[in-house]
């Protein structure tokens, strides 16, 4: 089975642009949720979709933004890049969004590597 | 408080030891717990899942939860020069943050020959 992909996995940016990743499931996972990695900072939250559906959402401005397309793919968007946008975005999958079980369990693509000049 | 707190490392182990890993969480409710490995420059892995109380073993892998401390550790016994890691526990499930994972920042775990 495949696992999770995501492109492109470098991308390098200037201030002010705009910029969307994108990330393909695990082939039967309904669940996508999006992370940010920064040494300083660590893994933080973005936000999860679920059936196309947005079902949590991370402390991030509203210029980080995301969709899920019917066959589960999804994207991220971010508008007017910062500096402080330059990071390592990170795609995870599961087959469903719940409170519990192995059903929940997150695994994660290669990642997209940010950098704003 | 950190929602979940784990030690930052390094932690420092020989070869053939046991590297303990421990991380605390602040949500009572919370039902579900992971330990993800991450090599530098790569994504995490999950290697280990545990949802009740007690010990989950994994081949060189032993996960134990104790819900009542609000406590979950990670110990690697046998430990080789390839475990060097840093090692992210996350958790989920609680009234907070229902099916949101939330992870620590993960210890980072040196093994030396």
């Known amino acids: 089975k495949a696992g999770v992909t995501q492109t492109p996995r470098y991308l390098i940016k200037t201030r002010g642009q705009q910029v969307t990743l994108s990330c393909s499931p695990i082939?039967?996972?309904?669940?996508v949720s999006w992370y940010q990695q920064t040494p300083g900072q660590g893994l933080q939250f973005l936000f999860e979709?679920?059936?196309?559906?947005?079902?949590n959402k991370g402390n991030f401005p509203g210029r980080f933004s995301g969709r899920q397309f019917s066959n589960s793919r999804s994207e991220m968007n971010v508008s007017t890049l910062e500096l402080g946008d330059s990071a390592l975005y990170l795609c995870?999958?599961?087959?469903?969004?719940?409170?519990?079980?192995?059903?929940?369990?997150?695994?994660f693509g290669p990642g997209t590597r940010l950098t704003v000049l | 408080q950190k929602e979940v707190e784990q030690n930052s490392g390094p932690l420092s182990v020989p070869e053939g030891a046991i590297a303990s890993l421990n991380c605390t969480y602040s949500?009572?409710?919370?039902?579900?717990f992971f330990w993800y490995r991450q090599y530098s420059g790569k994504s995490p892995e999950l290697i280990m899942s545990?949802?009740?109380?007690g010990d989950k073993e994994d081949g060189r892998f032993t996960a134990q939860l104790n819900k009542a401390s609000q406590y979950v550790s990670l110990l690697i016994r046998d430990s080789q020069p390839s475990d060097s890691a840093t090692y992210l526990c996350?958790?989920?499930?609680?009234?907070?943050?229902?099916?949101?994972?939330?992870f620590g920042s993960g210890t980072r775990l040196s093994i030396r020959p």
């Open positions: 995870a999958s599961s087959f469903r969004s719940g409170r519990a079980g192995p059903d929940n369990e997150q695994f």
């Open positions: 082939s039967g996972h309904r669940s």
């Open positions: 979709y679920f059936s196309e559906t947005q079902r």
């Open positions: 949500d009572r409710g919370s039902q579900s």
């Open positions: 545990i949802y009740s109380n």
């Open positions: 996350a958790v989920s499930g609680g009234y907070s943050s229902a099916s949101k994972i939330i």
